[in-house]
Structure formats: C-alpha cells, structure tokens
C-alpha cells in the first residue's frame, strides 16, 4: 500500500518569498508524482508532474525528484497571495487495472502581503 | 474546453438512509474516480472506472456502490448513510496512462 506524506502541514510566507513544500513517497517504482493545488469549495486542479529524477519547471513553480530518497519537493517562486491554497502530492500507480492517484493530506500555503 | 459536473452541491441526509451523488464529465475520457475528503486525512479513493460498465474498488469502498451505465456519468451510492457524518466527495476523470486528472468541485454531504 502506497503511503504519501507530506510537511509542513501549513506554511506562511511573505509576499514574494519563495514557498517550499515537501513530499515522501514508500515505493521507489512508482510512476509520476503530481502537484495539486486546491483553493478553498473548489477540487484540486493539477498544477506540474515528474517523473524522471531532477528537476523540472515550469513557471514560477520548480520540483524536484530523488527517487533513491523517495523525496520531492514543490518550490513557489516570488510567491502571491492567489497562491494561498491547500497543495496536495500525489503519486501514480499505472497497473493493469487502470491508472490510480494516491494523495498525501495536503500543505496549507499562507502568502501574506 | 470541458467540463466535469457534480450534483448536487450540498447533501444533508438522515442516519441510515440511501444517498446518490451524480457526476457527468464531456471531456470523452475513458476513466472516471470518487475520492472523499475529510479534514486531516486527504483524499481516499472509493471507486474508479476504467470504461463504460466497468467498476474497480478503492481502498474505501465498504458501505458505498457504484454505477458506470455511460461513458460520460458515474454515480456514487452511499448506501447506509451514518450519523454525524461529514465529508466532501469528489469526482475526477482521465484520458487514462499516466494523465492528469480533472476534478469536479464535489458534492458536500452533511448526515444528521
């Protein structure tokens, strides 16, 4: 059974600083690991995936993948109050029976003017 | 561009009833997903499709059915509603692969 965690479980950072959010992941084989931000009454909406080791960015957003220490990381460039949500890793398991998402519980970004 | 679609918006049901929570997407993707979200637990999956009629178990399928009788709608059963209950169930589609998801903005269920 695939386990996600995520930390912090909040985060507040000034505007413009750089927001960092992290994730674990239990099994080395998985496939892609998504980024998904949620705002408050709405679902979560995909923002960037990875699945090679490195990194990747797009935007303001960058992540980073090391699978060998099943970390990545999710880092918010110049960081704004719309970026304020509930940002959930999740971790894809592509079988035989169709393709399932396993998420963590979510980090709560705060940005403050 | 698409869209998925979650009814009703807001659900309050009584101790043991039968609920229904209806989702329709017109993204023509083949896989559809119910996850529920409760605070301090994240989102658990309850059942997902692969295709038309067919039906797969999540970790969280205990007390809830489901049905795929079209590619574009997949409804969720809770089947015996428990009291004080009080969680967010959302809908997803997929192209399938190791696509993205689409969600929906969920159904809000309250059980008095």
């Known amino acids: 059974q695939e386990k996600v965690q995520q930390s912090p479980e909040s985060l507040i950072v000034p505007e413009g600083a750089m927001s960092s959010l992290n994730c674990t992941f239990s099994n080395s084989a998985s496939q892609s690991i998504w980024w998904y931000q949620q705002h408050p009454g709405k679902g979560p909406e995909a923002l960037i995936s990875i699945f090679s080791n490195g990194n990747k960015k797009e935007g303001r957003l960058t992540v980073y993948l090391n699978r060998a220490s099943l970390h990545v990381s999710l880092h918010i460039r110049d960081s704004q109050p719309s970026d304020s949500a509930v940002y959930l890793c999740a971790v894809s398991n592509y079988g035989s029976s169709g393709n399932k998402l396993i998420f963590g519980i979510g980090t709560l970004l705060s940005v403050k003017p | 561009g698409g869209i998925i679609t979650q009814t009703p918006k807001f659900l309050i049901g009584q101790e043991g009833q039968k609920l229904t929570l209806k989702c329709q997407q017109n993204?023509?993707?083949?896989?559809m997903y119910w996850y529920r979200q409760d605070s301090g637990k994240g989102l658990r999956l309850i059942y997902y499709s692969i295709t038309e009629n067919d039906l797969q178990k999540g970790d969280l399928s205990e007390g809830y059915d489901a049905s795929r009788e079209k590619k574009s709608s997949f409804s969720l059963t809770v089947t015996s509603a428990q009291k004080n209950e009080m969680a967010v169930f959302l809908c997803?589609?997929?192209?399938?692969?190791?696509?993205?998801?689409?969600f929906g903005s969920g159904t809000r269920l309250l059980v008095i």
């Open positions: 993204f023509n993707h083949d896989t």
């Open positions: 997803a589609s997929s192209p399938g692969g190791n696509s993205d998801y689409t």
